[in-house]
């Protein structure tokens, strides 16, 4: 069966080496993960491409290496380990900074895998340096970040990740504690809000200063570079933030166009200047899940007619932002109550949603979660990073 585990013999940890290792390396999740019921196959090919240098920009600010476990020769584990010279060079005081390494991707037939994998990649951050250890993040705090420790039941929307409930033990015996937890929130969206938010939408409907638009496909490298230039304004001071940078916002560009609607991502001025945004995706995973993270022999031209008139479910919003300098007004909730009520609209109407998905949202995120607690939304998963020392 797979994913069963082989407990004998001794756990071999090496380094990843060569392409013949790097498929080991991906192949592995697709075993170990088979009987999972929620887990949702990434397409092989971006699986291959996030660890591949060269394919995934990170590789451009990040010391990565890849490691493998074997048992008797068979594969039973993997992990990454990895240095965001980005990451470090933040203050310390926003969760990363000097001294800061990671560790991710993780899959793991047993503890004592899981463990060996651990260690290992703890002993690689320490002979580069590193004193503290922020993990699982896989590899970006912008791809994976976080272990899932509730809503196991649920497969993740796209962009989120899902790992199994055997982990969390695991790493918490090895010394690891919770230093964040992200959360994610689910609501109904085939139904109008509360009627304060829909006082509050009006209200913003009837102010000259204030214009919210879709954006433009037809200037889809500029729309991209004003979202993302808000973004990297709007979240510089949130825990664990890590700039985008110019080859990363084209490569986030290049791979959002595909499920990038103009009436699902939105962009609110005020007087004129881009202030706010609000990104919203259809639920990519819902097609993806039955492929196997194949698309031949027939998958390819299933997800081509999806893309060219997607049907979801849900849809993820996995951006917003406002610029930091209004975060504090009442203005900053205004927009974002009116861009969520225009894309809800257009969701239900026009792609079949009746479901909404809202995150990752920091725990901590006051702002954030009086916006969610608002339109009636329920938390729904919860991802946990966890820190520790490595200071022997």
């Known amino acids: 069966m797979a994913g069963t585990p082989t407990n004998s013999g001794e756990v071999v940890i090496t380094p990843v080496s060569g392409k013949a290792d790097r498929v080991a390396f991906v192949d592995l999740a697709y075993r170990i993960n088979a009987q999972d019921p929620a887990w949702v196959p990434p397409l092989r090919m971006e699986a291959t491409e996030l660890v591949t240098p060269g394919k995934n920009p990170f590789f451009e600010h990040a010391e990565v290496q890849l490691f493998l476990a074997r048992r008797g020769g068979q594969v039973v584990g993997r992990i990454s380990a990895h240095i965001d010279k980005l990451a470090t060079a933040m203050d310390p005081v926003q969760g990363m900074g000097p001294g800061t390494g990671n560790w991710g991707l993780m899959e793991a037939e047993d503890e004592a895998v899981a463990k060996a994998l651990i260690a290992r990649a703890e002993d690689w951050l320490r002979e580069k340096g590193m004193t503290r250890v922020l993990a699982p993040i896989s590899m970006s705090i912008w791809e994976e970040p976080g272990q899932l420790v509730r809503g196991f039941e649920q497969s993740p929307t796209v962009m989120m990740g899902h790992q199994s409930k055997r982990y969390p033990p695991y790493i918490e015996a090895m010394g690891y504690a919770p230093a964040k937890s992200l959360l994610t929130y689910e609501l109904d969206i085939s139904k109008e809000f509360p009627p304060l938010i829909q006082r509050i939408v009006a ?78 995706l259809p639920d990519l995973n819902e097609v993806l899940k039955p492929m196997g993270g194949s698309l031949f022999p027939f998958n390819w031209a299933k997800l081509l007619l999806w893309l060219r008139k997607p049907q979801s479910r849900t849809m993820r919003v996995p951006l917003m932002g406002v610029r930091k300098r209004l975060q504090a007004s009442r203005l900053a909730s205004q927009l974002a109550f009116m861009m969520i009520e225009y894309i809800r609209r257009n969701a239900v109407a026009r792609y079949g949603s009746s479901r909404g998905e809202i995150g990752w949202i920091l725990d901590d995120n006051q702002g954030m979660v009086a916006i969610a607690d608002a339109i009636d939304s329920k938390v729904n998963k919860e991802y946990v990073i966890y820190g520790k020392s490595l200071a022997s």
């Open 203 to 280: 209200s913003g409907e009837k102010n000259p200063r204030i214009r919210t638009r879709g954006v433009d496909k037809s200037k889809f490298d500029a729309e991209a570079k004003l979202i993302l230039d808000i973004l990297n304004d709007a979240w510089s001071d949130n825990w664990g933030f890590v700039p985008f940078t110019d080859t990363e916002i084209a490569y986030a560009g290049k791979k959002f166009k595909p499920i990038v609607r103009e009436d699902l991502i939105m962009i609110a001025e005020y007087d004129g200047e881009p202030v706010a945004f609000m990104m919203t």
